[in-house]
């Protein structure tokens, strides 16, 4: 007898527990952050693409944070 061994595919959209997990955050902080949510029927879930590009965006330890108003006017530090 043969077993199909499916390949693990990993949630492209997760809900607000499963998407606070996937940032390091608390599902409060989540909701803060204000990141965009897609809709199915009545569930608002988050895009991983939305999330990774959030923590992409983010400052390294000891790097300045970007000012995006300096960036709009061409400004530098």
């Known amino acids: ?4 061994v499916r390949p693990f595919v990993p949630a492209r959209l997760l809900g607000e527990r499963a998407a606070a997990e996937y940032l390091g955050v608390s599902p409060t ?16 879930l988050y895009d991983v693409a939305d999330l ?10 000891g790097e300045p944070e970007k000012n995006t108003c300096d960036e709009i006017w061409g400004r530098t530090a």
């Open 52 to 61: 990774e590009e959030f923590a992409d965006g983010l400052p390294y330890e």
């Open 29 to 44: 902080t989540l909701r803060g952050l204000g990141l965009p949510r897609r809709v199915l029927g009545a569930r608002r």
């Open 1 to 4: 007898m043969s077993t199909t």
